[in-house]
């Protein structure tokens, strides 16, 4: 099959697309018009991804910054973060909530991992970060959590947390198998996370000084990303094979490779350098007895073959030389009205003591959509992730969905599942046949038109 050029949406397109973002209700979330959102939100992450691979995303970024429209995106990915921590466990502990598909589920626990998405591909541009104004504060408190989820899987684990092995995954039933697709997603969404805490370090003398004092002394940002650089949560070793995790799959790495380092790795060094060099961090950082020995562990890892990688970090093993042998002096405290982020705290206490009632509702009105409207949003899904666009965005090839291996093999009526052999399509057939059908009614919909 020839390949298809897949282009970014019209310039009018996006500016309609990025007008019409707006704030939901945490009771709406899932909800006629929250898909709406949904649907803007995918639209202008997959332009956003295809412009980006051309160079051509100023016109989106202006867009964001114009009508600011950051702080709706980050108050949006910290509503869908609530309900996934409130909401969604309560739905799964419900007696009475048998969905005939977990689609609708899983299209809201996706709305996180877009917009994150979403802001780690804006959030490289200045201005970007300059317009999110007092919600950066809540976005910094967002990363925080999600890099402290990932610090402690990686202390705690004995092998990689989110790669579960494929017999395990036949005897799942249709909730359980999306309890185990929440968790890859939650690991990958607190790597973009990480993407984004870097981008937003780079800009630290354009923050307010709120934001610095939130990264440094509150969340210790600085001890957090050590621990990140000691225990590497993207990269372990199982059976004697070495693997990283890199474009959204794990690799077994050669061992030639082992040594170089990845995307990843680089977000925490260049977030580190931004956080340590930086005269007015090293102004405020409370560098006491604690923080001085977490710092000094970097040490170890400054190898010659790293800083051959990312010669930057010659900076940062002076700095930790002339650490180990002065006392910094104390950080100095400016008399500043200190501002707190708000919308996580204001999402919680309107919500506090509605977690059930709100999740009883949405069961009756939101999750358990008849046959009609399952097939209304499943042609709205592949009206947006069309076969051509989805080709064009994917960075690997794709692997099987029963044991992991590559794949050339799509299930020809839905296409939306891959195998390596007729008798994997053949096992999974039972737990895929209600959405195969579902999606190849879409798709003949989709075809008629």
Aim: hydrophobic fraction near 40%; glycine fraction near 2%.
């Amino acid at each position: 099959m020839a390949a298809v050029a897949v282009a970014p949406l019209l310039p009018a397109e996006v500016e309609a697309l990025v007008r019409a973002l707006q704030a939901t209700e945490l009771r709406d979330t899932g909800g006629q018009g929250w898909l709406q959102q949904q649907e803007y939100v995918e639209k202008l992450n997959m332009h956003a991804i295809l412009s980006a691979s051309m160079g051509q995303e100023q016109l989106l970024t202006e867009l964001l910054v114009t009508y600011t429209k950051i702080p709706v995106l980050i108050g949006e990915l910290i509503s869908v973060e609530i309900w996934k921590h409130k909401i969604f466990p309560v739905l799964c502990r419900l007696e009475d909530f048998k969905p005939r598909s977990t689609f609708p589920i899983y299209v809201v626990l996706h709305h996180e991992a877009s917009i994150i998405n979403l802001l780690e591909t804006v959030f490289f541009h200045k201005e970007v970060c300059e317009s999110a104004e007092d919600s950066i504060l809540d976005l910094i408190d967002y990363c925080h959590r999600k890099l402290t989820l990932l610090a402690a899987r990686s202390t705690n684990r004995q092998s990689n947390p989110v790669e579960p092995h494929p017999e395990d995954l036949a005897s799942l039933s249709s909730m359980q198998e999306l309890q185990k697709q929440a968790d890859k997603m939650e690991f990958e969404i607190s790597l973009k996370a990480l993407s984004v805490l870097r981008f937003i370090t780079d800009q630290v003398e354009s923050l307010p000084l709120s934001a610095l004092t939130r990264m440094l002394n509150t969340h210790n940002l600085p001890c957090l990303l050590v621990q990140l650089v000691e225990h590497c949560p993207w990269s372990y070793w199982e059976a004697g094979k070495f693997k990283k995790f890199e474009n959204g799959t794990w690799h077994v790495v050669p061992p030639e490779d082992q040594v170089k380092m990845t995307k990843l790795d680089g977000q925490v060094w260049l977030a580190l350098l931004n956080l340590l060099l930086n005269p007015e961090c090293q102004r405020k950082y409370h560098f006491d007895g604690f923080n001085k020995s977490q710092l000094l562990k970097l040490r170890a890892f400054l190898t010659e073959v790293l800083i051959d990688q990312l010669p930057n970090l010659v900076e940062i093993q002076r700095f930790l030389s002339h650490l180990t042998v002065t006392e910094p002096a104390p950080p100095k405290k400016d008399l500043v009205l200190e501002q707190v982020p708000v919308i996580w705290d204001h999402i919680i206490k309107k919500n506090t003591g509605k977690w059930e009632a709100i999740a009883k509702h949405q069961v009756k009105c939101v999750f358990s959509p008849t046959e009609e409207e399952l097939k209304l949003r499943a042609h709205r899904w592949t009206q947006i992730y069309s076969l051509d666009m989805m080709e064009a965005l994917a960075l690997d090839k794709p692997h099987c969905r029963v044991c992991g291996a590559e794949a050339a093999k799509r299930c020809s009526r839905c296409r939306n599942e891959w195998y390596c052999t007729r008798a994997c399509q053949v096992q999974h057939w039972q737990k895929h046949k209600a959405a195969c059908n579902l999606m190849a009614g879409a798709l003949k919909s989709v075809d008629g038109l």
